[in-house]
């Protein structure tokens, strides 16, 4: 406003190439990190598809079908999909758990020591081993509640992975919780909307996206685990009768990890692929899990304009 | 029950007053503050505020940044209970009742006082259900067309909207939410409305709209607004409180002041305290 005026050349202005040296390296080792991760999933799967090639492009859909066997050529993993399958269900049936713990923690509960602790230890669980958590279900589903879960079955092992990806569920909804922003609740108490009716229709349908990514991750982890599924007693290899539903989730069961350890140490010979291709299976499985939550997270963010 | 507008659209607003035993005084002014303090763990954010504020008048509060205006406004429909930290000393009484008295229910409160934020807050929903929210945790079932149309209209927003008010409120400009969130405010037909800084995000063109749309609705609500923007408190209302923080020497904390309330016009033209006359001439805050 004074009234000297300033005199600016060109040469000020002008674009520099090469000033921001650091930013422009920092940018390449992004993008190196992000290529690098993404060869090295690529190689992954290019290696257990390349291994499993001979089983799917022969017989695949004979592999999916067929249960155990000790005939190379006949052996399938369709008791592994199912068990993988009936356990992932059980472990979604418990997410309303988690979820609920998580809107417990961040709504109502008082911040006191009590309720740090409980957070701490959420956080804590969440690194403790899968083999511990193996024994907890070996303990508790196996033996003290073999009424209900008829002993190592794959109601035991639905209910250990459920409890081993509970805390994950219950921090990545808290997360999800606490990031719903203030002035949303604010606005809505402000409106005369009690506690309830404020998570109900602003918290939790804001919250859903986060929380639906927490569990997809839950449900990856659960269908991976294999080291749990060994302590509570998962067979490597039965054969199945002509037992009803109910018989078959009483009785002894498989999952896809456990085909595959149990491939995996059968003679390579005979045995070339059929571990891959169960890999192969579960990998499908997960894509398949995945793709729903996207598909899933997508609509609700339309829905809430975003 | 007589002391609200006729024109009452919903019929539950008495829930208040029945609640409490003790009976209205419909001469008194719609809020009555002493003695007020309010806390934020150890500190005294607000001392002492003693006020008034009367009935189908536009208070404004104005001072520096940081003297508890909000902190104030926010006590007249118990939105400092959300915070944890925060406590209520002295009286906020509100047509004679106490609205700290333990057989008032904050719910309650906040549907008969409604409140505009500082920051434009339209909910992720279409721009109808942002307008018919406060209508449906009210209980009001079926059809809110009507309220909505009457709402949107009131907040002279409904010839931008009504084609699509399915449409996201998200996806409006900061002025159209911020009159939308009016609009969302109106919808319960509450008694009161509390604006805290409802226009500091806003352009020009738009704070005027939102002025003209206050002094519309001036008859049918008491509103109190905090503002920035003297010239704004001059334009629109009837009286205006300053604040100031002042520095306690005994604990070295800064905590807010009254320093006077008065008809605006006397506030900028002829002020009885030296510190308002200095801020309002901008020498000071
Ligand atoms: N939630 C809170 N927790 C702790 N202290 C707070 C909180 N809200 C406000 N305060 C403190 O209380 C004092 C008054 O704050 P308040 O927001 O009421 O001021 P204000 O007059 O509205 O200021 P502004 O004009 O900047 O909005 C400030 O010192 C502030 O730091
Ligand atoms: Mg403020």
């Known amino acids: 406003m004074a009234g000297t005026s300033t005199t600016v050349d060109l040469g000020d202005l002008r674009a520099r190439r090469g000033a921001d040296v650091r930013g422009q390296i920092f940018l390449v080792l992004l993008v190196a990190s992000v290529i690098l991760a993404f060869a090295m999933v690529g190689a992954v799967f290019y290696d257990v598809t390349l291994d499993a090639w001979d089983i799917i492009s022969q017989r695949f859909w004979d592999f999916l079908r067929m249960p155990s066997s000790s005939d190379p050529t006949k052996a399938g993993v369709a008791q592994g999909i199912r068990g993988s399958l009936l356990i992932a269900l059980i472990v979604v049936a418990t997410f309303p758990i988690g979820i609920a713990g998580a809107i417990y923690l961040e709504e109502y509960a008082d911040d006191t020591w009590s309720t740090r602790l409980i957070q701490v230890t959420v956080r804590n669980l969440a690194g403790v081993p899968s083999i511990v958590y193996g024994l907890l279900g070996l303990a508790v589903f196996v033996q003290s509640l073999r009424g209900l879960t008829g002993g190592s079955s794959v109601i035991a092992a639905g209910l250990t992975l459920a409890v081993l990806v509970l805390p994950v569920v219950v921090i990545t909804s808290a997360e999800a919780v606490r990031a719903v922003p203030p002035s949303l609740r604010e606005g809505a108490y402000g409106l005369g909307a009690t506690q309830w009716e404020v998570i109900r229709t602003q918290v939790v349908p804001a919250a859903l996206p986060g929380i639906l990514t927490g569990t997809v991750l839950a449900v990856a982890r659960a269908l991976g685990e294999a080291a749990p599924l060994l302590v509570i007693g998962a067979a490597g290899f039965y054969t199945t009768g002509n037992l009803d539903f109910l018989e078959q989730t009483q009785g002894a069961f498989t999952a896809l990890p456990m085909n595959i350890a149990n491939f995996a140490r059968l003679p390579a010979e005979t045995w070339r692929g059929h571990a891959a291709a169960a890999s192969v299976v579960l990998l499908v499985l997960v894509f398949i899990v995945n793709l729903v939550a996207i598909i899933a997270r997508a609509r609700i963010s339309k829905k809430l304009g975003r | ?285």
């Open chain 2, 1 to 285: 029950m007589q002391m609200t507008e006729p024109t009452t659209r919903i019929e539950t607003n008495a829930t208040v007053r029945e609640r409490d035993p003790v009976a209205p005084d419909p001469s008194s002014e719609v809020f009555a503050v002493r003695d007020l303090n309010v806390y934020y763990g150890d500190l005294r954010a607000v001392a002492d505020v003693n006020l008034d504020v009367y009935e189908r008048q536009i208070t404004a509060f104005i001072g520096p940044s940081g003297c508890g205006k909000s902190t104030v406004l926010r006590c007249f429909n118990r939105m400092n209970d959300l915070i944890d930290i925060a406590r209520v000393d002295g009286s906020v009484r509100y047509r004679g009742i106490d609205l700290y008295d333990a057989a008032v229910d904050p719910v309650a409160v906040r549907r008969r006082i409604g409140m505009v934020f500082q920051k434009p807050n339209p909910f992720p929903k279409s721009i109808y259900d942002n307008v018919a929210y406060g209508p449906r945790v009210a209980g009001q079932k079926g059809n809110l067309d009507e309220v909505v149309e009457q709402s949107l209209r009131n907040a002279g927003l409904w010839d931008e909207v009504k084609d699509r008010l399915d449409d996201s409120a998200l996806g409006m400009s900061g002025g159209q939410q911020q009159r939308l969130c009016i609009a969302r405010a109106i919808a319960v037909n509450p008694d009161v409305l509390l604006m805290d800084e409802p226009c500091s995000a806003l352009d020009p063109i738009a704070t005027g709209r939102i002025e003209e749309l206050m002094k519309e609705i001036q008859n049918d609500y008491t509103i109190v607004i905090v503002t920035h923007n003297m010239q704004q408190a001059a334009r629109v209302s009837d009286r205006t409180a300053f604040f100031t923080a002042e520095l306690d020497e005994s604990t070295g904390q800064r905590r807010g002041r009254l320093v006077e309330l008065d008809d605006t016009g006397t506030i900028f033209s002829n002020p009885s305290d030296e510190r308002t006359e200095a801020y309002v001439t901008g020498r000071f805050g």
